[in-house]
């Protein structure tokens, strides 16, 4: 039997999450014995400049035994993380992009204000 053959045996059920130029991979796997256990893997895409690209993938092998500290400790960590900074997305790329939209909506306004575009109306003169 192949590589491939033994590895199709192993997987017994899969799930993918897609996150951008992430890619979450879920795998139920068995043991020799017969046991499952748990896969999660990382896949991100990286660009190279002549447009070619590779694939860094980084593994957990998760077992039963630890099921239940792992769940407990993801829970908590992720609690915390909404706790302390909420759901909204900060990362540097969107902090650029709203501080763009921001110097657009001011270098607009201002563009406004001093190209005499507004008229004093008094409402005496309605």
Known sequence: MSDR???????????VLRAGRRTYFFDVRSTKAG????TITESKKFTHDDGSFHYKKHKIYLY????????ENV???MDFIIDEKGTEVISER???????EEEEETSTANDAN????????????I
């Open 35 to 38: 046991d499952y256990y748990l």
């Open 64 to 71: 039963k035994e630890d099921f239940e500290a792992f769940r």
């Open 5 to 15: 053959d033994l590895m199709d045996q192993e997987e017994i059920h899969s799930k």
């Open 75 to 77: 829970a908590e960590m």
């Open 94 to 100: 969107h902090q650029k992009d709203f501080k763009k």
């Open 114 to 125: 001093s190209s005499g575009n507004f008229t004093d109306v008094s409402f005496d003169d």
